[in-house]
């Protein structure tokens, strides 16, 4: 703890831009602070907090002249106790009904209401089944023991706050599991300064919530790029063969589990890569056996051979229109890691150990952290692999080859429906991104709420199949002439069809039923928008940083646009 605290004040000390984090608690946080600061600090978000007094949390959120709402936090840290829940006082049981869950929907709502009310991203730990259960060991057989209500109430928080686009939630009682129940308690400590945690489960804590906290604040990676020998199967299978490597039975099961994982990943929208040193011939012999459960069609992309894994990671991020910042790189030679590290900084790494059966401790990382996904990210891993069947070379020339893809576009208002993917959108887009205005769910919630701004998103489809929602924008209506184009990406899988000038012909065309004749924007260059660049500056761009009045833009002639909202 000792070293925490110091490092602590050399952070607070430091002149940092910090988000503001108010924690309000049903114990006494002071020694949980330093812990969740530090955590915060090493994934690239440093803090500055606000404690709210002890069990305090409802009218620290309801108030509006309480030390939350003056403290105008961009985080509302909210950590109750079911112990702290009952009518009775401390550690009563809570009589009949629903138990524990009323008490805590009623913390629950204070929080979102808060939440809502100041602007701030809500992130609720649930709280942990009680250690205390009278009945013992006869407590799992009781529908109506204290596991069992505290359960129902839990679940019953889950779903309220899963109601509200961008609520981040924790689970305590994964706390306690990864550090066992009788270490996770401070009997003493709790009777002495209301502190019933032990000093090493707030350490896991605070990392498990900054983890948590980082999700709203910096994009997921999007891509994994995996080695074959060593991280899919046991053995080279340049020396022992296809036939030959080990995926069990025995130790080598565990590389079957982790190609199962990989799988779940692919299922949530992550693109699996595959970069190794090998024959082709040898790697998707392999790939083809009938006891592998990752096969090559789950890949987006590979590149085998022997040119250097820094290289062929670089080709696979261009191949797939993704920045090495979206990149997870997997591998169990340390010397390919550590090369890795020191040619592309940008690629997040993790190394499989060398004991294939210890590979969940290593993926546990906040680099493969994701947000719950959206129907388009499950959808992405089954388009990626269909554009590589593409081919593009029957066709005359450009004009000629977009004829022929039958595009097809909806436009419409942004519904509440559509707030997580709008944040996913402006989050994540790179290439076709006029400013690159990072909003998160909390901030498109607004946006769509607001008289003062139209938001707009478009699906788009085409022969090879339908794409779902790929792009977004937001236009300001303050002034009482000109519409200002605040928003505008289109995902880099849906570029060169001509969708961004469709987006462009109906900005300007919801502008005018406004009653606003020009759309206004300002181009921000970044490294990845080339794109967005070349496009903005065909249609009246001066330059970055420079606003200016967008041309007329027609409807391409190659594609439909249908608008959802009828006009």
Excluded at 372 to 397: F, H, I, M, S
Aim: charged fraction near 25%; include cysteine; charge should be negative.
């Amino acid at each position: 703890m000792t070293s925490v605290t110091a490092r602590w004040r050399e952070l607070q000390a430091a002149d940092r831009d910090a988000v503001r984090v108010t924690v309000l608690a049903a114990f006494t946080v002071d020694t949980f602070v330093p812990h969740l600061g530090v955590a915060l600090a090493e994934l690239g978000v440093p803090a500055a907090f606000t404690v709210g007094p002890y069990n305090q949390i409802v009218r620290e959120c309801v108030a509006r002249d309480s030390m939350t709402s003056r403290s105008a936090p961009d985080i509302l840290l909210v950590w109750p106790r079911l112990e702290e829940l009952s009518p009775a006082g401390r550690h009563a049981p809570v009589p009949g009904g629903d138990g524990w869950s009323g008490p805590l929907l009623d913390v629950v709502e204070a929080a979102l209401q808060a939440g809502t009310r100041l602007g701030a991203q809500v992130l609720f730990v649930l709280p942990a089944i009680p250690e205390v259960q009278p009945l013992g060991a006869g407590d799992a057989s009781d529908p109506h023991g204290v596991s069992a209500r505290a359960t129902a109430a839990r679940e019953a928080a889950r779903a309220k706050l899963a109601e509200i686009p961008g609520t981040l939630v924790c689970d305590a009682d994964d706390f306690v599991r990864a550090v066992g129940g009788r270490a996770a308690y401070d009997a003493r400590l709790e009777k002495i300064a209301r502190i019933p945690y032990s000093a090493r489960l707030l350490s896991v804590a605070a990392a498990a919530i900054a983890r948590t906290a980082r999700l709203a604040r910096q994009p997921a990676r999007k891509v994994i790029v995996l080695d074959a020998d060593g991280t899919l199967w046991g053995g080279a299978v340049g020396e022992v063969g296809a036939d030959g490597v080990d995926v069990g039975p025995g130790p080598g099961e565990a590389f079957l589990d982790f190609q199962s994982y990989l799988l779940e990943l692919r299922e949530a929208g992550v693109l699996l890569a595959l970069c190794s040193k090998n024959t082709e011939a040898d790697v998707w012999a392999a790939l083809a056996r009938s006891d592998m459960r990752l096969r090559r069609e789950h890949l987006s992309a590979a590149r085998v051979g022997w040119e250097s894994k820094p290289d062929s990671v670089a080709e696979i991020t261009a191949e797939l229109g993704v920045g090495l910042d979206a990149v997870v790189f997997v591998d169990d030679n340390p010397a390919e890691i550590a090369q890795m590290g020191a040619v592309l900084p940008e690629v997040a790494t993790v190394r499989m150990p060398e004991d294939p059966v210890h590979w969940r401790a290593a993926v546990d990382v906040a680099a493969l952290d994701r947000p719950p996904p959206t129907e388009d990210d499950r959808l992405r891993p089954a388009r990626v692999v269909e554009a590589r069947r593409r081919d593009r070379g029957q066709a005359a020339d450009e004009q000629q080859w977009l004829a022929t893809l039958d595009v097809r576009v909806r436009s419409r208002t942004a519904l509440p429906s559509d707030v997580r993917r709008l944040a996913q959108l402006a989050m994540k887009t790179n290439q076709m991104n006029l400013n690159h205005r990072r909003l998160s769910e909390r901030d498109v919630a607004a946006i769509c709420a607001s008289d003062e701004h139209r938001a707009l998103v478009f699906d788009a489809a085409d022969r090879f199949g339908d794409y779902g929602t790929v792009g977004a924008l937001v236009l300001s209506l303050t002034a009482a002439d000109t519409a200002e184009l605040d928003l505008f990406v289109l995902s880099c899988r849906a570029l060169g069809r001509g969708i961004e000038h469709a987006m462009l012909a109906r900005a300007q065309a919801v502008a005018a039923l406004t009653g606003r004749s020009r759309v206004s924007a300002v181009l921000e260059e970044h490294d990845r928008n080339e794109p967005a660049r070349l496009l903005f500056r065909d249609r009246g761009s001066p330059g970055p940083g420079e606003r200016f009045v967008l041309a007329p833009t027609g409807m391409p002639t190659h594609l439909s646009l249908v608008d959802d909202d009828g006009r």
